[in-house]
């Protein structure tokens, strides 16, 4: 048996200097471990398709994909004709594209899918895919780029076209197709709408006016082929009224507010705590509550609520929270609508049941701009009421926070990074009245003369307002009590703010107005102080000429 004999050192030195060498020895070790560890756990981690539009990509070993097919099975089952308006960057691009690979039988992608085993996978026919975001229409017109996206297809499938109006190719196409393959076509329209949206402008339609009558005249051609098609799916942002693009096409079946769909694009959180365990396990135990503050809340019908799939995947790529979806593509044109309209409050805004149900252009200043912010994805459906009408308001924090910076800086004239809400924070958080009044005043007194708004006490209220909206606390403007609305309540952690603001008046009469409307008491039951703050604003001064406070 070997026998381990005592090392005898020399000295205390020569000791201390063998015992360092031994723990850098094992701290190495264990390092060389855990970074091994830790680079094999990461490896494991799956793919997370942000952006990934296409459905074989998604698709590849190791990649998050959450199953949508039982959906599709039921839109593809028989013949079809459907439309689906969802907002940017939803999944619309990718249930198109899963579509036409079903259609192109490539079983092999499906497997372990909810429809492998019910599809029947010998029935393939031929798909006419057409992305209008995608065809260059603002570099070489709208025309001549639907007509040379429509022979690029024709090419693919080895067939000649000769027509040269967009509405006679394709209907070309179409007959050509069932002519060389014997089976009837599906068509798949994505971003419909983008070559007018883009050209929206409050105080000029005449582009986009003229793209939407080249739209109409193309998709017109489907009605007549209508034998001819097995399934017609065309998806947008906005939804145009039928009369203005789909006049002829009565026989198309609206999926935006259909019961049965509601949760075909988007994270249900069931969907987000099955799918992404991998990554969530590996996260704080506070992640999912705050995710669902961030990006959960889109619905259309005021039941079912899903994620933002865009936001959700980019969150667990890098980590942290942050305005994903929203920097993908800035509101320009609807908060210079709203701008143009003075309109701000959008929490639960109380709609029609027809919310959804018309964009025409040439009723354009009659437009509720509600309708625009809910398709676009900037308001949601939060119940159904019962007399039909529909409560709107942001779906979460990141819509929230975002858009209403966005807005207030057109009100303000300031870049959207400037950060009042931190600041208003700040000194809300050290009960400093006196230093939130300086940054409401500072602001106001940086919008350039030409913006500036005389005797318009709405100018004043949507800057207060938005500032209110993104501080980060629990902010409610134009809160509803019996005896009245109250301008402006701000519940922090352990105070509440209650602000009343009046133009060209004093500071004591808005003051007044709290004490006798009893706002405080509508409030106490959140046993929290109550710091009530009279605000006068003055037009001529441009700013806050006084304000006063109490405390409860």
Same mark, same amino acid.
């Given at each position: 048996?070997?026998? +381990? ?38 490896d494991q981690l799956p793919y997370l398709p942000i ?17 949508? *097919? ?9 013949? %079809? ?5 969802? &907002? ?26 909810? +429809? ?11 798909? +006419?895919?057409?992305?209008? $975001? ?38 070309? /196409? ?6 060389? @393959? ?44 209508s034998r001819y098609i097995r399934l017609l799916f +065309? ?27 509601? @949760?075909?694009?988007?994270? *249900?959180?069931? =969907?987000?705590?099955?799918?992404? =365990? ?23 019908? %005021? ?30 044109? /609807? ?7 003075? =309109?701000?409050?959008?929490e639960e805004t109380v709609a029609s049941n027809v ?10 200043? $009659? ?8 398709? *676009? ?13 529909? @409560? /709107?308001?942001? &779906? ?77 606390? $629990? ?47 509508? /409030? ?18 441009? %700013? ?9």
């Amino acid at each position: 048996m070997m026998s +381990i004999q005592p090392v005898e050192y020399q000295n205390p030195r020569q000791m201390e200097s063998a015992f360092r060498a031994a723990f850098t020895l094992i701290l190495k070790t264990y390092c060389i471990f855990v970074a091994k560890y830790r680079i094999s756990y990461m490896d494991q981690l799956p793919y997370l398709p942000i952006g990934q539009q296409y459905f074989a990509k998604v698709r590849r070993p190791n990649a998050i994909y959450v199953d949508k *097919t039982e959906y599709i099975f039921r839109l593809c089952s028989d013949e %079809g004709y459907y439309f689906l308006s969802r &907002p940017r960057r939803f999944g619309k691009s990718l249930t198109l594209d899963t579509i036409h690979e079903l259609f192109n039988g490539h079983r092999e992608l499906f497997r372990g899918l909810w +429809i492998e085993d019910k599809w029947d996978w010998t029935q393939t026919h031929p798909v +006419i895919r057409l992305s209008l $975001d995608a065809i260059g229409y603002k570099e070489d017109g709208l025309i001549p780029s639907l007509r040379s996206a429509l022979r690029d297809i024709a090419r693919q499938f080895g067939v000649q076209l000769s027509k040269k109006s967009p509405g006679s190719l394709l209907a070309e /196409l179409i007959k050509a197709l069932v002519e060389k @393959t014997g089976k009837q076509v599906v068509i798949l329209i994505d971003e419909y709408d983008k070559p007018i949206v883009d050209y929206l402008d409050p105080y000029d339609l005449t582009k986009a006016t003229e793209q939407r009558d080249l739209l109409k005249a193309f998709f017109s051609v489907l009605k007549d082929t209508s034998r001819y098609i097995r399934l017609l799916f +065309i998806t947008g942002v906005s939804k145009f009224a039928k009369v203005s693009i789909f006049s002829d096409l009565n026989h198309l079946v609206d999926l935006t507010l259909h019961p049965n769909y509601t @949760t075909l694009c988007g994270y *249900t959180q069931a =969907e987000l705590e099955h799918s992404f =365990e991998p990554y969530l396990r590996t996260m704080p135990a506070d992640t999912l509550d705050n995710m669902k503050k961030w990006y959960d809340g889109y619905s259309w019908d %005021g039941e079912n609520f899903v994620y933002n799939p865009f936001s959700v995947l980019n969150f667990f790529d890098q980590k942290i929270f942050g305005n994903f979806w929203f920097a993908t593509g800035t509101p320009t044109f /609807l908060v210079r609508l709203m701008r143009k309209r003075y =309109e701000y409050k959008l929490e639960e805004t109380v709609a029609s049941n027809v919310v959804l149900e018309s964009l025409i252009l040439e009723k354009f200043d $009659d437009l509720d701009v509600n309708s625009l912010l809910l398709q *676009t994805g900037y308001l949601t459906i939060k119940t159904v009421n019962d007399d039909e009408t529909f @409560t /709107l308001d942001y &779906p979460n924090q990141e819509v929230r926070n975002a858009f209403a910076q966005f807005l207030l800086s057109e009100y303000a004239h300031t870049s959207p990074s400037v950060p009042h809400s931190a600041n208003i924070m700040s000194a809300l958080r050290k009960n400093d009245v006196k230093r939130a009044i300086e940054i409401i005043h500072n602001l106001i007194q940086a919008v350039p003369d030409h913006n500036y708004i005389h005797h318009q006490e709405k100018f004043f209220h949507a800057l207060v307002h938005l500032i209110f909206t993104i501080i980060g606390a $629990d902010a409610r403007s134009e809160l509803h009590t019996p005896a009245g609305r109250m301008d402006t309540a701000v519940l922090t952690s352990d105070r509440i703010f209650i602000f009343e603001f009046k133009l060209n008046e004093t500071a004591e009469e808005a003051l007044q107005c709290i004490r006798d409307r009893h706002y405080v008491d509508a /409030l106490r039951h959140h046993n929290k102080p109550i710091t009530a703050v009279g605000v006068s604003f003055s037009t001529q001064a441009k %700013g806050v000429a006084g304000w006063k406070m109490e405390e409860y």
